[in-house]
């Protein structure tokens, strides 16, 4: 949209249900990203309304995998997200994983926080962000936080609101091929074309990096390009109605393809070349 | 949000209905704001479903306020805004308007095209882009384009897309006072405390300049900021039950009132100082 300079973090976002074992593929690449051998990993429960559980599970995974402290950031309202403590804890951490739950617990606790802020600067210098499931969503600037699988392809059908505004020109939507949400993005796309939906699916991943997309993990992402529709009825239509749309172009990518956000071209694990493997390095 | 090289032009947005007599006090300003003996004017009607009966209202006005010319940029369909015709025409313009209608045909059409690249680069390169009502609301980076304004401060009751991006951080409303509209904005507060709602009454408008939001016209502009409310129970419900968030913070503009967007305060004509007298000269 216009110049802004990089930040020099990774963004990662995950579909849900992520592998925890040992063998957690994304999660693990999320800990080698940090280019760290023992990195400082921080835990964000708070778009869970059951921490206690979900805490202690990726305190494990992440412990097996290698990190070198792990860290409970327990925000459970607002004011603990301007809380100094929180935000102490937050600017320790290489990696910083956000939980699953409810995106809007997400956006409305931590909006105008202190600790937001300090997410952000430690992103802008270089620390990895990652997210699962609402953790997930809430990276755009405009998320999808709710809309009927079943049919959202009717005007209204998709909730929508501000995010956390760390990646642009994306929405992000989870559980996609599990929970067909195909309908979702496509309502997204036919609202505001100039907006890639990514749907990712469960034990996905995609890294956003330089303008580049590149999907990991044994699951799918979906990219639904709604950028040369041509036509379109959505402001004809009162809420409910069906919505026409023509000449969404859609993706299924896997591990290794990656995706130009700019032009708008999927790369193959070829294309991305010199890059793949640099990847691959960093992952292995 | 983040370093952004801020546009060298203006961005006005208008609560709808303005003047449109010789006397407009907010479109004569818009033109002046262009700083330009004979201004260029390009009417973007796209929004609206009967534009042979608003073109003709706007090139009357802007030419009795003194437009060098007036610009009929007739977008109705995606494939017209890719017309390299219409996008030279957008070039030309020290003065961009969009009208009323629905905004949703805005982002629906212009979403993904050159002439929306086209309207950013004018932007940015020092042209006036100025919106009333729908062409108002889709300034934004998320939007909203319905909801009901009787009670709107249950879950999912306001409708929200992403818009057009040229300003971060807040969601503009319009017909605000005449409609009612003070809990759509409450609502959209408690999903994003970040986001400052702004609502502009009819015949009221903001010009946003450098971080500063100055209002002018005869109406009211009315700021919602929500990002020290307490409390919200918006994550805990499910779609239409009744929203509860407190400490939202309320301010009503006049004429020569301003805000700085960064730090959240209200400044007086009086403390606009320099930059008001500044204002003052643009405007007469």
Do not use: W
């Not at 949209?1 to 592998?19: C, H, N, W, Y």
């Amino acid at each position: 949209m216009s110049v802004k300079p990089r930040p020099r973090g990774k963004l990662v976002a995950i579909g849900g249900a992520e592998d925890k074992s040992a063998k957690a593929a994304i999660l693990g690449r999320v800990l080698k990203l940090s280019n760290s051998e023992t990195p400082v990993v921080g835990v964000i429960t708070t778009a869970s309304s059951i921490p206690d559980e979900v805490y202690p599970a990726y305190e494990e995974a992440f412990d097996a995998l290698g990190a070198g402290e792990v860290l409970d950031v327990r925000i459970r309202e607002r004011r603990d997200a301007d809380d100094p403590k929180m935000v102490e804890m937050i600017r320790r951490c290489d990696v910083l994983f956000i939980s699953g739950g409810d995106q809007m617990r997400l956006t409305s606790i931590f909006g105008a926080s202190k600790s937001l802020e300090a997410i952000r600067s430690i992103y802008h210098e270089g620390a990895v962000i990652a997210g699962t499931s609402a953790g997930a969503a809430c990276q755009s600037t405009t998320m999808v936080y709710g809309g009927s699988a079943i049919d959202s392809l009717r005007k209204g059908a998709v909730k929508m609101s501000a995010g956390f505004g760390l990646i642009e020109g994306v929405i992000i939507d989870t559980h996609f091929l599990e929970r067909g949400r195909f309908s979702r993005l496509m309502e997204v796309g036919a609202t505001n074309p100039e907006y890639l939906g990514i749907g990712l699916g469960e034990d996905a991943a995609v890294l956003f990096e330089g303008g580049i997309i590149k999907a990991f993990g044994p699951g799918h992402v979906i990219l639904v390009d709604s950028s040369r529709i041509t036509s379109c009825n959505v402001f004809d239509l009162s809420d409910g109605e069906a919505v026409s749309v023509h000449n969404v172009v859609m993706h299924a990518l896997v591990e290794g393809d990656g995706y130009n956000l700019a032009d708008r071209q999927v790369l193959s694990a070829k294309q991305l070349g010199a890059e793949s493997l640099e990847l691959k390095d960093a992952y292995t």
